[in-house]
């Protein structure tokens, strides 16, 4: 067991995880002493218990690992298609564009690694389902197709991101999980905004040269209407009941583009389960 990866691989999504196990020194310092007292089966349950510390409340609405669950479920999903896309032989057409992919491919495998580990101190995790990401046919080219694979790309993306802000309600009483969360999510933003700049620079199925790095009202710019539920209710111009859209006559494009919608559970689940065999 490679300790030290561990420890990166969750610092990636938690910069702060070694405030909250007093330092990196003496987290290093505590597991060692531990591991030096247990056989090494019993290894990995004393450092779930070190994280346990961390990350094991719950909030008032879904418990942290009902919540931590579902975003692995879509961190699987997005993991196993970038894997996928990057293995599937001539898929991607420059090596800028797998290079991009890649980088992002293993960004996903590290929220994986992360929130298996957090879940593990928890009690364990699911294991991954069994993907289809044609779902069901809607998307038969999606791996022979590359304009088709950018265009789930982005949905996968973009639903993230609204995914994850949903979720912060139910972790706001539980900081240090929250602050992960929103780490995430704010890399889940990054792909998306770099998604679509290369879908406009090649310009096919709906990517005009107006699509931009974040959605516009309740727009995907992706031409067909089998996204439309990760796009729903992006129209949205008013915050804290003020009409974002009435200052200064900033207008609907430009007030639906400041803010995320956040999608319920409940919302996405059905999004995800297209592309979910078993």
């Keep these: ?10 610092e990636k999504v938690d910069p702060e995880v070694y405030q909250r196990l007093d330092s990196r020194r003496d987290a290093m310092k505590e597991f060692t002493r531990i591991s030096g007292k247990i056989a090494l089966a019993a290894i990995p349950f004393a450092l779930g218990g070190m994280f346990k510390k961390a990350y094991s409340q719950t909030s008032a609405g879904a ?10 479920t879509l961190e699987y999903l997005e993991a196993a ?10 898929l991607i ?3 800028a564009a797998v290079a991009a992919i890649s980088t992002i491919r293993d960004h996903e495998k590290a929220h994986v690694a992360f ?10 995790y699911p294991a991954s389902p069994t993907f289809d990401f044609t779902a069901g046919g809607t998307f038969p080219a999606v791996f022979t197709d590359y304009n088709y694979f950018l265009a789930v790309a982005q949905t996968f993306e973009d639903t993230g991101v609204r995914a994850y802000k949903g979720q912060a309600p139910n972790l706001s009483g539980n900081a240090s999980v929250l602050t992960a969360a929103l780490s995430i999510h704010s890399v ?5 905004a770099h998604i679509r700049s290369m879908r406009r620079a090649i310009g096919q199925l709906g990517a005009t040269s107006a ?4 959605i516009t009202l309740n727009q995907s710019g992706i031409a067909t209407s089998a996204v439309d539920a990760s796009y729903a209710g992006e129209q949205l111009t008013m915050q804290a009941n003020i009409d974002i859209a009435a200052l200064n006559n900033i207008g609907n494009n430009s007030a639906s583009e400041a803010f995320d919608e956040p999608l319920s559970m409940a919302e996405v689940l059905p999004i995800a389960k297209l592309f979910i065999k078993a």
């Design 115 to 124: 929130l298996q580990t957090v879940l593990g101190s928890l009690g364990g």
């Design 188 to 192: 889940e933003a990054r792909h998306a």
């Design 81 to 90: 298609f970038y894997i996928k896309g990057v293995e599937t032989s001539g």
């Design 93 to 95: 057409p420059t090596a």
């Design 1 to 10: 067991m490679d300790v030290k990866n561990i420890f990166q691989e969750i």
């Design 63 to 72: 418990s942290v690992a009902d919540v931590l669950k579902y975003a692995l």
């Design 211 to 214: 699509l931009k790095p974040w």
